[in-house]
């Protein structure tokens, strides 16, 4: 039982590039999330999907969108990137909103 | 939307002795507070949480408060390890919706 998994967990782009994250959970969760850690700000909430089908804008939402193929799968994509949105990514899931997050082990993104 | 406020950021204690971080929120809907410890390098791990219903929950060395009427909400550390030693998030809730995080505690025990 793998939990919440998060690939890739390192990722350098330059500015303008694109690139998907993917995080996939095997508990069965309805709710799946998608935060980024900045030093000083802690966790802010990006998308979050409360079910499969449906996704919502978090805090930061600029610069980012999401899909959930499926109930375990929500990826998060970035169009073309930029040095502001070098950060730590976490996504999370829970079986019902918002209780019982499980959070995956996080991608270390650099935009240079 | 909800905002939670975290303090202190740092602090910084002797091994055995005690540990306390605060967080207010602002939307008096809230009733959901977890806290999560998360260690260098590794995710947020939940270690707590209160609904508001209840005004305090203690489990072994940690305990949460929570003041509806003040609309805070306290984690309490007693005989603080250096395992304890970690970045603390504290969060808020609404029926349905997402959380929202505080800013973080930097806890050192200093052996």
């Known amino acids: 039982n793998a939990g919440v998994t998060q690939t890739p967990k390192f990722q350098v782009l330059k500015t303008g590039q694109s690139m998907t994250l993917q995080c996939a959970q095997d508990?069965?969760?309805?709710?799946m999330y998608w935060y980024r850690q900045d030093p000083g700000m802690g966790l802010r909430l990006i998308y979050y999907?409360?079910?499969?089908?449906?996704?919502d804008k978090g805090e930061v939402p600029n610069g980012y969108n999401v899909s959930r193929l499926n109930k375990r799968e929500f990826s998060l994509r970035l169009e073309s990137a930029a040095p502001s949105q070098t950060s730590v990514y976490f996504c999370?899931?829970?079986?019902?909103?918002?209780?019982?997050?499980?959070f995956g082990s996080g991608t270390r993104l650099t935009v240079v | 939307g909800e905002n939670v406020e975290q303090h202190p950021s740092t602090l910084s204690v002797q091994e055995g002795d005690s540990a306390v971080i605060k967080c207010t929120y602002s939307d008096s809907a809230s009733n959901y507070f977890p806290w999560y410890k998360q260690e260098l390098g590794k995710r947020p791990q939940l270690i707590i949480d209160i609904r508001s219903n209840v005004g305090e929950k203690k489990d072994q060395r940690i305990a949460v408060t929570l003041n509806k009427t003040a609309k805070h909400f306290s984690l309490h550390i007693t005989e603080t390890q250096p395992e304890d030693s970690a970045v603390y998030f504290c969060a808020a809730s609404i029926p349905g919706n997402q959380f929202y995080f505080g800013t973080g505690t930097s806890l050192t025990v200093i052996p």
């Open positions: 508990m069965n969760h309805n709710s």
């Open positions: 999907s409360a079910s499969e089908g449906t996704t």
């Open positions: 999370a899931s829970s079986e019902v909103s918002p209780y019982g997050y499980t």
